[in-house]
């Protein structure tokens, strides 16, 4: 069974910083790709970062590039997600998400993870 457990998740102020972790288990994560996907309220889940296992590959959408930054310790297995320059849009549920895509290789499509964190609040305000 993989679980994926979100941590780092709070209230920031415009313009500061929050580091996201998600730390894996269950299984050995070789060639899985990890991704973190945002929810804000009313809104549809937003995929924002991934990076494939051996980290060559990351990808951000155009709504976090130049201000997130996604890395990974795969001998801890675990994701992090550094937020700089954070915005009160930025406001929303992060979840962490696994699946096994290649060692080289990430989605930027939601539905092809099928392990997910429960999620961490990250609020922003202005």
């Known amino acids: 069974q993989v679980q994926l457990v979100e941590s780092g998740g709070g209230l920031v102020q415009a313009g500061g910083s929050l580091r996201l972790s998600c730390a894996a288990s269950?299984?050995?994560?070789?060639?899985?790709?990890m991704a973190w996907v945002r929810q804000a309220p009313g809104k549809e889940r937003d995929l924002v970062s991934a990076?494939?296992?051996?980290?060559?590959?990351?990808y951000y959408s155009d709504s976090v590039k130049g201000r997130f930054t996604i890395s990974r310790d795969n001998t801890k297995n675990t994701v992090y997600l550094q937020m700089d320059s954070l915005k009160s849009e930025d406001t929303a549920v992060y979840y962490c998400?696994?699946?096994?895509?290649?060692?080289?290789?990430?989605?930027?499509?939601?539905?092809?993870?099928?392990?997910w964190g429960q999620g961490t609040q990250v609020t922003v305000s202005s």
């Open positions: 998400a696994a699946d096994r895509l290649g060692r080289n290789y990430y989605s930027t499509r939601g539905y092809d993870y099928n392990y």
């Open positions: 990076i494939s296992w051996s980290g060559i590959t990351t």
């Open positions: 269950g299984r050995t994560f070789v060639g899985y790709a």
